[in-house]
């Protein structure tokens, strides 16, 4: 059976767990979405306040009503360290684009990429997703050799209109 969007899908890894963000959560939203290291490569808007990552929290809840985003937080031993998203999803079009962000002190130690193969895992059996794409940061090396080592392929004719400093990376289900 298909996903169908009535029930937030929580995944879990060996090490993680992949759950919807609520207003308990509204600091650790705040601090991944405005924390100058983690978003130094990223040109979404950074939130200012407790508000706006209340905001952001409402947001994603109604994209997800509307079948357009999954936003997940990465727990490892009860605390957030990051996040992952599929959004722009079009079932139709068996699309999404994937999106994430950790915390440094988290960094280069795999969570990043087990969370990933879970998020693609899902993306690809349960909402039957043909295609998913990633945009980053030309300079950003540990998100591109991530991407790389979970078979994403670089679409060097591809840009990111306005974010001519972005590299688009497409993964195609086998």
Same mark, same amino acid.
């Given at each position: 059976?298909?996903?169908?969007?009535?029930?937030?899908?929580?995944?879990?890894?060996?090490?993680?767990?992949?759950? @919807?963000?609520?207003?308990?959560?509204? @600091?650790?939203?705040?601090? /991944?979405?405005?924390?100058?290291?983690?978003?130094?490569?990223?040109?979404?808007?950074?939130?200012?306040?407790?508000?706006?990552?209340?905001?952001?929290?409402?947001?994603?809840?109604?994209?997800?009503?509307?079948?357009?985003?999954?936003?997940?937080?990465?727990?490892?031993?009860?605390?957030?360290?990051? $996040?992952?998203? /599929?959004?722009?999803? $079009?079932?139709?079009? $068996?699309?999404?684009?994937?999106?994430?962000?950790?915390?440094?002190?988290?960094?280069?130690?795999?969570?990043?990429?087990?969370?990933?193969?879970? +998020?693609?895992? %899902?993306? %690809?059996?349960?909402?039957?997703?043909?295609?998913?794409?990633?945009?980053?940061?030309?300079?950003?090396?540990? $998100?591109?050799?991530?991407?790389?080592?979970?078979?994403?392929?670089?679409?060097?004719? @591809?840009?990111?209109?306005?974010?001519?400093?972005?590299?688009? %990376?497409?993964? +195609?289900?086998?």
């Amino acid at each position: 059976m298909k996903f169908n969007f009535t029930i937030f899908p929580e995944l879990k890894t060996e090490r993680l767990l992949l759950r @919807k963000a609520n207003f308990n959560d509204t @600091k650790a939203v705040f601090d /991944l979405r405005s924390c100058e290291e983690i978003n130094k490569f990223v040109a979404t808007k950074r939130v200012k306040n407790i508000e706006e990552a209340k905001d952001f929290i409402n947001i994603c809840d109604k994209l997800y009503k509307e079948e357009n985003r999954i936003f997940w937080l990465i727990h490892y031993k009860n605390e957030v360290i990051g $996040s992952i998203v /599929l959004h722009r999803i $079009s079932l139709k079009d $068996s699309f999404a684009e994937i999106g994430y962000k950790l915390k440094p002190t988290f960094q280069q130690k795999g969570f990043m990429s087990e969370a990933l193969k879970e +998020v693609l895992k %899902f993306g %690809f059996k349960s909402l039957d997703l043909k295609t998913i794409e990633a945009f980053t940061h030309k300079d950003n090396a540990p $998100s591109i050799a991530l991407l790389e080592k979970n078979n994403f392929v670089l679409q060097p004719d @591809k840009t990111d209109k306005g974010f001519e400093h972005n590299r688009i %990376f497409k993964l +195609v289900e086998n």
